[in-house]
């Protein structure tokens, strides 16, 4: 089945008891057994539960797992439980690469929180190849991407990081969430473990949290199963549910998130207020040949920095109407930030720099024309 096929249908048959054609909400802690040690595929909703099931395939099956690979997906209870999930195949003594603009959440994790139970990491410029190559190191167990990054929308080639990682014994995690499965595929570029905040795109209405993982390898998913179970920082069904509804129109919201983003950053790009502007469908992006080729289109994330610095900056994005100050992205409503103060303001004083007069635009699904208009009066304000 084709991509929109699979968001609507994989997982989803109806409900074999009422013909109910939505997954229902199981709303259940734990399941009657037939007999002691004997249940009907469900025990207890820690474990396992037939709405967060119905999610877990539908995620595999747009990330291009064949359900034959005996992978999977894994999902839980935000981005950031994806990423904890994670940490629990390293070891003390081990080393992780990341990039040198990873979103704070991220950072905050590997060098906060594992670093003081002995893993090492390190950062550097994904986009040069040399420079990703001679920072892998022979302790090097994971290399880490994201691909467009959060927030300057810098792209890494997949398929080349995942021959660096796999040729130092590595894996290659890819977080998806910029991008999602319908403009970017990393498991068919060789990447191990896919990551999303499900927040975001996937659900697409900024009522839920949650995350993901997906690998098409059988080994790293029964140990993320296991890990999943082990630890418990699994979604609830309601907020599984959520994100299934957001998923089936993933493919029609992802192409309207492009289209608008698209305007503004051309609109953003001949303002006299705008110093630069960062998207990866402009022809002056460093990244712009890469984007074409490993990407079906270029979403809906648009950064900018503003003439004047931060100061600037912090009073577009203050002065805006429909962009809503707001942390997070993905959604429905257009939002606005200003990510050294909001979301990276944890990389402030490390070596994760990012410009203080940058603002990041998760361009929605508003009228093109009142999207503009408000940009507009917010840059002459």
């Known amino acids: 089945m084709r991509f929109e096929t699979e968001a609507i249908h994989a997982g989803q048959e109806p409900d074999r008891t009422t013909g109910a054609v939505t997954v229902p909400i199981y709303a259940t802690s734990t399941f009657a057994q037939d007999a002691p040690g004997r249940h009907r595929g469900y025990e207890y909703s820690r474990t396992d539960n037939p709405t967060r099931h119905a999610l877990e395939v539908v995620l595999a099956a747009l990330e291009g797992v064949d359900p034959e690979s005996q992978g999977g997906a894994v999902s839980t209870a935000s981005g950031m439980a994806a990423t904890a999930l994670i940490g629990y195949l390293l070891q003390p003594g081990d080393h992780v690469l990341l990039p040198n603009d990873a979103y704070g959440g991220t950072f905050r994790f590997f060098a906060r929180v594992l670093a003081e139970q002995g893993v090492a990491w390190s950062s550097v410029d994904m986009t040069d190849r040399r420079l990703l190559e001679t920072a ?17 929308l810098r792209l890494v080639d997949i398929e080349h990081a995942a021959g660096v990682a796999h040729g ?12 999602t499965p319908y403009l970017q595929q990393p498991l068919a570029a060789g990447a191990d473990v ?45 907020d599984a549910w959520l994100v ?15 289209a608008n983003a698209a305007r503004v950053a051309a609109f953003l790009a001949d303002h006299p207020a705008v110093k630069e502007v960062i998207y990866p469908g402009l022809s002056n992006h460093p990244q712009h040949e890469l984007a074409t080729r490993q990407m079906t289109g270029f979403g809906g994330m648009v950064s900018f920095r503003a003439g004047g610095g931060a100061p600037v900056a912090a009073r577009v994005a203050s002065s805006t109407r429909l962009f809503l100050l707001a942390e997070s992205l993905g959604g429905v409503e257009s939002l606005i930030e200003v990510p050294a103060v909001m979301t990276h303001a944890s990389v402030q004083g490390t070596e994760l ?26 840059l002459r304000s």
């Not at 130092?168 to 991008?179: E, K, S, Y």
């Not at 635009?361 to 508003?366: I, K, M």
Request: charge should be negative; proline fraction near 7%; avoid cysteine.
């Open 194 to 238: 896919v990551l999303h905040s499900t927040t975001k795109y996937l659900g697409g209405h900024s009522d839920t949290v949650g995350g993901a993982l997906v690998t098409g390898a059988p080994d790293l998913f029964e140990k993320l199963r296991f890990l999943l179970n082990a630890a418990g920082p699994v979604p609830g069904p309601f």
């Open 136 to 152: 892998v190191r022979p302790q090097t167990k994971l290399v880490w991407i994201e691909t467009p990054t959060n927030p300057l």
């Open 244 to 258: 299934l509804r957001g998923l089936k129109t993933l493919a029609v919201r992802m192409e309207r998130h492009g």
């Open 353 to 378: 720099q990012v410009p203080d007069d940058l603002v990041r635009l998760s361009v929605g699904l508003e009228h093109i024309d009142d999207l503009l208009e408000d940009l507009d009066q917010a």
């Open 168 to 179: 130092r014994g590595a894996h290659l995690v890819v977080d998806n969430t910029f991008a």
